[in-house]
């Protein structure tokens, strides 16, 4: 079996449908041409990185034209500096 596993202070997204929106608040459907890309993603590994904020699982902002795409066995994956992630999104109970 084989996995990517960052180098450095890189971070491995996965990038996926989960976090692109698809429909309007009014319902209308967004073409995929028309989509911007999405700055979320769920982190899958860390690089070398010294008390990260982060851990695999977790799902990150990140800045909008960071990082580095590849495709590796059938899935999109993004190579981000660890300086690059903007946040973590946290649940928080209403109050």
Same mark, same amino acid.
């Given at each position: 079996?084989? =996995? ?68 590796? =066995? ?22």
């Amino acid at each position: 079996m084989k =996995e990517l596993q960052p180098l450095n202070e890189n971070v491995l997204l996965a990038l996926s449908d989960e976090f692109t929106e698809t429909k309007t608040a009014s319902g209308i459907i967004i073409p995929d041409s028309a989509q911007e890309k999405p700055q979320m993603a769920r982190v899958v590994a860390l690089g070398n990185i010294e008390n990260p904020g982060v851990t695999a699982g977790d799902v990150v902002l990140y800045k909008k034209y960071s990082g580095t795409e590849v495709d590796f =066995e059938g899935k999109k994956y993004l190579f981000v500096p660890y300086a690059e992630l903007l946040a973590k999104i946290v649940e928080t109970e209403a109050i």
